[in-house]
C-alpha cells in the first residue's frame, strides 16, 4: 500500500525529484513513467504509486497540457472588483460559477476581488464585467487584458534543497518564459482548430492516467492511436499552442502558503526594462503589463510566492530597488474561490449565448 503524505516536510527525495521532473520535462513518449523511473533509479511501478500518492494527498493537481488560450482562438482576461466586505462572499461565490473562471480570490485591497477568466472571445469579458458590476454590494468592475506579457512560468523546484525543512523558492522554468529578447504583446487570438480536431484536444486535456502506456487510454476513443496522439502533441509543443506539458502541483501544499499580486506605476518609457527585470527573478512566476484606471495607477504586474507573507514582502523589496520600481502595492490573497483549469474542448464548443455556462 503506498505511504501516505501529511505535509511538504514528510516529501521523500524521490517525491521532491519526481515532482520537479515531472514539472519540467514530462516525457512524451508511450512509457513516460518508465522514463521517470530511470530518472530517480525506481521501479516504474513504484514511481506510478508514489504519484498516486501525491495526487491523493493533493500535492500533484493533474499531469496534462498548459495550453496558449490565444493559439486556440481564446481571449484571456484579468479583472478587478472592488465589493463592500458584506457582499463578498456571496459576490466571490457567484463569480466562481462562471465556467469561463479559471481563478477568483478575494484580496486584502479596496478591490478585494480579482478573477481571471478563459473564454471564446471579449463579448464574455464584456457580460462579465457588467454582471459584476450589477450584483449587490458591487462598487465596480475594471477589466483589465495584458498588454504585454513578459513572463508566465511556474515550476517549483524542490531538489534545490532536498533534505532541508523548508521547501525550494519557484524556479523559473525556460520554455514557458518570454525572455528579455522575447517579450511581447499577448498574441492576438488565431482561428480555433477545425472541428475534428476537438476531440484530440477533449483527450489531450484529460489528466493523464497513472498506469504503464497512458497515451493509450486516452485515444482509446479517438481515431488516433497512441503514437498518433503522441505526434500531436508534441507538433503543438513545437507551434505554440501548447506552452508545456507536465505536472501542475499545489503551491501551497508545497509549503508556499503566500502570494502577492504585487503591481508598480511604471513610466511608458520605462515598461520594457522594467519588464524584463523583474521577469528575471526566480520568485516571480508571472509578469505583465496591465491597463491603469482611475483609483488604480498601476501598470505592472508580478506574480510572487513565498513561505509567508514576510518573505513575499522581502522579495518585493528587493525587486522594487533592483529594478527601480517604486511604491508597489503587495495585494495577498486572503480567500480562494476557486482554481482550476480551463476546460478547452467545451470552450471551443458553440455555446448560444456569452453568459452560458
Known amino acids: 500500500m503506498a505511504r501516505a503524505i501529511d505535509g511538504p516536510l514528510l516529501l521523500t527525495r524521490i517525491d521532491r525529484i519526481l515532482l520537479t521532473a515531472a514539472q519540467a520535462s514530462f516525457p512524451l513518449v508511450r512509457q513516460p513513467f518508465a522514463v521517470l523511473a530511470d530518472t530517480v533509479g525506481e521501479a516504474e511501478q513504484r514511481v506510478i504509486e508514489r504519484l498516486a500518492s501525491l495526487k491523493e494527498a493533493a500535492f500533484l493537481r493533474k499531469i496534462g497540457p498548459v495550453f496558449e488560450p490565444a493559439s486556440l482562438g481564446l481571449s484571456s482576461e484579468l479583472a478587478a472588483v472592488e465589493v463592500a466586505p458584506s457582499h463578498l462572499e456571496s459576490v ?14 478575494a484580496r486584502d485591497h479596496r478591490l478585494n476581488l480579482w478573477y481571471a477568466a478563459v473564454a471564446p472571445g471579449e463579448d464574455w469579458f464584456e457580460w462579465a464585467a457588467a454582471r459584476a458590476a450589477s450584483l449587490p454590494g458591487v462598487k465596480g468592475a475594471w477589466r483589465l487584458p495584458a498588454l504585454r506579457r513578459f513572463k508566465i512560468a511556474v515550476h517549483f523546484d ?3 534543497r532536498p533534505t532541508g525543512t523548508t521547501p525550494a523558492r519557484p524556479h523559473m522554468d525556460a520554455s514557458e518564459h518570454d525572455s528579455a529578447g522575447d517579450a511581447h504583446k499577448g498574441p492576438a487570438p488565431s482561428p480555433p482548430p477545425a472541428a475534428p480536431d476537438i476531440d484530440i484536444l477533449r483527450a489531450a486535456e484529460t489528466d493523464l492516467p497513472l498506469c504503464s502506456d497512458p497515451f493509450s487510454v486516452l485515444a482509446a476513443s479517438l481515431p488516433l492511436d497512441a503514437d498518433g496522439l503522441l505526434g500531436t502533441l508534441r507538433s503543438w509543443l513545437t507551434d505554440g499552442r501548447i506552452r508545456r506539458y507536465g505536472a501542475l502541483v499545489s503551491h501551497r501544499r508545497l509549503g508556499f502558503a503566500a502570494n502577492s499580486m504585487t503591481a508598480w506605476v511604471v513610466p511608458d518609457d520605462d515598461i520594457d526594462r522594467v519588464g524584463k527585470c523583474l521577469a528575471s527573478s526566480p520568485h516571480v512566476s508571472h509578469c505583465y503589463q496591465r491597463p491603469a484606471f482611475p483609483g488604480f495607477p498601476y501598470n505592472m504586474y508580478a506574480m510572487i510566492h513565498g513561505r509567508s507573507r514576510a518573505e513575499c514582502l522581502a522579495v518585493v523589496g528587493e525587486l522594487s530597488s533592483a529594478c527601480g520600481a517604486g511604491n508597489p502595492a503587495a495585494l495577498f490573497s486572503d480567500r480562494e474561490f476557486k482554481k482550476t483549469t480551463p476546460n478547452y474542448a467545451d470552450l471551443l464548443t458553440p455555446r448560444a449565448s456569452p453568459d452560458s455556462s
Open 158 to 160: 524542490l531538489v534545490a
Open 92 to 105: 466571490g461565490a457567484e463569480v466562481a460559477t462562471w465556467a469561463p473562471v479559471t481563478h477568483c480570490y
